[in-house]
């Protein structure tokens, strides 16, 4: 089955700087990567998403970007806020089939006010 | 819309006690997730469902159970829970195709003693 690895699991960053996680899949059959945000106590929410027949996504300060050849993929985020603080997460998943998404371990992203 | 629900929001158990845990959506999502989710683990599948009526495993399927005898409701069925059962339990939903994002309920926070 798939396997999502994702570093790293602390991250601290000065307010305004950027801040970049990665993570590395297994599966080179698996074509979509979302993203998700989870605040402290809350539900994990999606940010950003890519597909595999794209290398390069963003949304305003968050990006998404996609190596296949290397199987790793890596959201980066610009001129970081306060409210960037909470857990990461990345996943991969094979669609047209069954849709099951594999986590990484999460990334938990600190801004130094 | 209410989205994704769940009930309880809370629960605690004593050993080889049973519950079910309810989860519902309102969006006619075809397919349903249950996740639970342990420090440093991130979220780890334990069953999901592709349409009413049919259920399959997950990373971590044992001692649970689970039916989706109505499209918009999914139940994870402890039978006799232990304490390494102890996790928040989240439930998810999503549409096959293109727009297959997964989303999340509010979660369950289950101790059990």
């Known amino acids: 089955g798939e396997n999502v690895e994702q570093h790293p699991s602390t991250l601290s960053v000065q307010e305004g700087d950027s801040a970049v996680i990665k993570c590395t899949y297994s599966?080179?059959?698996?074509?979509?990567f979302p993203w998700y945000k989870q605040e402290l106590g809350k539900r994990p929410q999606l940010i950003i998403d890519?597909?595999?027949?794209?290398g390069e996504k963003k949304d305003q300060r968050i990006a998404v970007t996609l190596n296949k050849t290397a199987k790793h993929f890596s959201l980066h985020i610009t001129e970081t806020q306060p409210e960037d603080s909470a857990v990461y997460f990345c996943?991969?998943?094979?669609?047209?089939?069954?849709?099951?998404?594999?986590f990484g371990t999460g990334t938990r992203l600190t801004i130094i006010p | 819309n209410a989205g994704v629900t769940q009930t309880p929001k809370f629960r605690v158990l004593k050993t080889g006690q049973s519950m079910t845990l309810l989860c519902a959506q309102d969006m006619n999502h075809e397919y349903m997730y249950w996740y639970r989710q342990d420090p440093g683990m991130g979220l780890r599948l334990i069953h999901y469902s592709v349409g009413e009526g049919t259920t399959a495993k997950g990373e971590v399927p044992d001692g649970y159970n689970v039916s989706r005898l109505k499209k918009q409701n999914f139940l994870l069925g402890l039978e006799s829970a232990a304490p390494s059962q102890t996790s928040v339990y989240f439930c998810?939903?999503?549409?096959?195709?293109?727009?297959?994002?997964?989303?999340f309920g509010p979660g369950t926070r289950l101790t059990v003693l």
């Open positions: 996943a991969a998943s094979r669609q047209g089939g069954n849709e099951k998404l594999t």
């Open positions: 890519i597909r595999s027949n794209v």
């Open positions: 998810a939903s999503s549409s096959p195709g293109l727009a297959d994002t997964q989303y």
């Open positions: 599966d080179s059959a698996s074509n979509y």
